[in-house]
């Protein structure tokens, strides 16, 4: 019995694991697409998006069919909670990758074109996709250390957030007819400090399983 658990957690894992993947890739392309106005490519992303919202389904049907034949307790219990909650999180993230994609797709159908080479905001999706990914890994191997640094970051993102808000704002003062542009970016800033927010959320989770407490890193 214990053996078959010990599988079927492993089994969820792997789908965190593939699932995650897909929402690094998603990030990473919607950026691309906008700073390249590829709209073929923005589209792949959106296209996409029903195939990871079917993982969080297969992710919540399998933990559902594991506490209701294996009723878990403890920590056990507390891990495969975590893991309908991450499934979320990662779920949220790609619908924000979905949105920065639609930017691009708007941008590019309105004749729109970028005033200036995108520079801060590819960095921050280079931060948020890392984000994913050490989430995932502290969940895989318990780190706490790693769900907490995940918080610092989020705060580094934060930063780049506003700094990025606070350029294009600049900018639509001296050029008006930027303004329609540069909106849209900061809409895509806010979106990529959303998904950080959503990575936090996974270390909590990390932090619950650990010590069954909730807590607040936002």
Known sequence: MIRQ???????VKNLLLQMGEHVEIAIDKAVKSLARMDARMAREVMEHDPAIDEMEGKIDDAVAKLIATQQPVATDLRRLIAAMKIASDMERMADLAVNI???TVQLVENQLSLFKELEDIPKMA???QQMVHDGINS?????VALAHKLADTDDDVDRMYHAVVNELLGLIKQNKADTEVALRLCFVA???ERIADH????????VYIQTGKQADLN
């Open 199 to 206: 990575a936090t959320n996974i270390a909590e989770s990390i």
């Open 139 to 143: 969940y895989i191997d318990g780190n």
């Open 101 to 103: 994609a639609q930017v």
């Open 190 to 192: 806010r979106y990529l």
């Open 5 to 11: 658990f010990d599988q079927s957690l492993q089994d």
């Open 126 to 128: 280079a931060i948020t």
